[in-house]
């Protein structure tokens, strides 16, 4: 857990899988065990804001990203989901699935578009699925943000999340990631 939240503080993003693009947690010799130690402390925050990847965020990385990054408007989809959870609740992908009442398609489309463009994160541990995956118990950013300390002011966002990102990502990822072109 340590190696990864040190990791995350210095570098400020990890994807969850080996891939040619960036530093994955096997990388840098953590396990999935290390992710949800960091997720039940709100050490980390979980999207898919990376080319659609599983991505874990910093602290700092995603408030700064969430400065920056223009927010998309909820689609259909991801507007009923969001909406159960707005009230502060955790829940996991079952209950949100059955409560929203989507078909799978719409449900993993507008999930996903909440993952992506940081409007949902996992909150909690939920019950593990093997000794890699588990079930996560989600919530909004807004619930997210409202467990940890204040972030500190901050003069230009896009220059300090560069500074922290250009260790392991291209101007062109970078430009990606963040929606300026």
Known sequence: MGRLLEYLENYGILLCNTNPELPALEDIGCTWGDVTALI???ELFYC???????TYLSREA?????????????????????????DGAAAE??????????????YREGF?????NLYVTALHNGKP???????????TSEEWEKRIPAPAPIENASERLWEILSQTMTERQFRSLTGRR
């Open 129 to 139: 699925l093997n000794e890699n995956w588990s079930a996560f118990l989600y919530g």
């Open 62 to 86: 995603y408030h700064l990203l969430k400065k920056i990054r223009q927010k998309k408007q909820l689609t259909p989809a991801a507007q009923k989901i969001y909406s159960i959870l707005e």
């Open 48 to 54: 898919k804001a990376f080319k659609k990847r599983t």
């Open 112 to 116: 996903d578009f909440l993952l992506q």
């Open 93 to 106: 992908t079952d209950f949100l699935k059955a409560v929203s009442s989507l078909d799978a398609k719409s």
């Open 40 to 42: 039940d402390l709100q």
